[in-house]
């Protein structure tokens, strides 16, 4: 049997969040635990209640999405965040990327694709679609040649799943029994090699490759 994910919803407009507890109401593999207004409410309910994903709007009041997003990830940097937005502005949707969000959604995309993403989200930490990577490539297509017939170590490959899984390098480190100058180094390493700005980008090539 399939474990559940726990998601929070924090949209401003009315119409929206109730369409989306409609749709997830008596969802097989999702749960909602709690539905917000605004990003200090959702903060406030953070304090007893940990969703492993929130579908973030991060144009809402009291406290916007971008700032709700910094505490979020400074103090809960487990929990996964996956903004849903009617912006099509490349230059927005490209520095919610780097942030290390999940991904990246419009409004008005389809319920299925939602839930694939969530579901990849909650597996591999992101969920990149064709215009995501797109928008990732346009960062660094120029004046970056990639090396993409670097061949990733064991190691590598390891430390790729982890930073994918939003690990520090003090978590990674535990985890694999490295201390943390190694995986510093690895990770130093893999960018300075393959030519990639910043892992948001690499952690995608690595996923589109299959090499992790």
């Given amino acids: ?6 998601i929070a919803i924090a949209e401003d407009h009315d119409i929206v969040r109730q369409g989306y507890l409609a749709l997830f109401k008596g969802h097989p ?25 929130i579908l973030l709007d991060f ?7 971008k700032e709700v997003l910094e505490k979020i990830q400074h103090k809960y940097p487990k929990i996964k965040i996956i903004i849903i937005s009617a912006t099509t502005r490349d230059i927005t ?10 991904s990246f959604l419009y409004k008005n995309c389809k319920f299925d694709k939602l839930v694939e993403a969530i579901v990849a989200v909650h597996k591999n930490g992101v969920y990149y679609d064709d215009h995501l990577s797109e928008i990732l490539q346009k960062d660094f297509s120029v004046p970056r040649e ?9 190691i590598d490959k390891n430390i790729l799943r982890l930073i994918r899984d939003g690990l520090t390098s003090r978590e990674i480190g535990e985890q694999l029994h490295l201390n943390n100058r190694t995986v510093e180094w690895h990770r130093s390493q893999m960018l300075k090699k393959t030519n990639f700005p910043n892992f948001t980008a690499l952690t995608a090539f690595a996923i589109r490759k299959n090499i992790i």
């Fill in 29 to 53: 593999l999702i749960n909602v635990l709690f539905d917000v207004t605004n990003g200090k409410e959702l903060y406030s309910e953070l304090k007893t209640v940990k969703p492993d994903i």
């Fill in 93 to 102: 949707i490209l520095e919610y990327l780097k942030r290390g969000v999940g």
């Fill in 146 to 154: 990639i090396n993409e017939e670097f061949e990733f170590s064991e």
């Fill in 59 to 65: 144009e809402m009041p009291l406290m916007s999405g």
């Fill in 1 to 6: 049997m399939k474990s559940t994910i726990n």
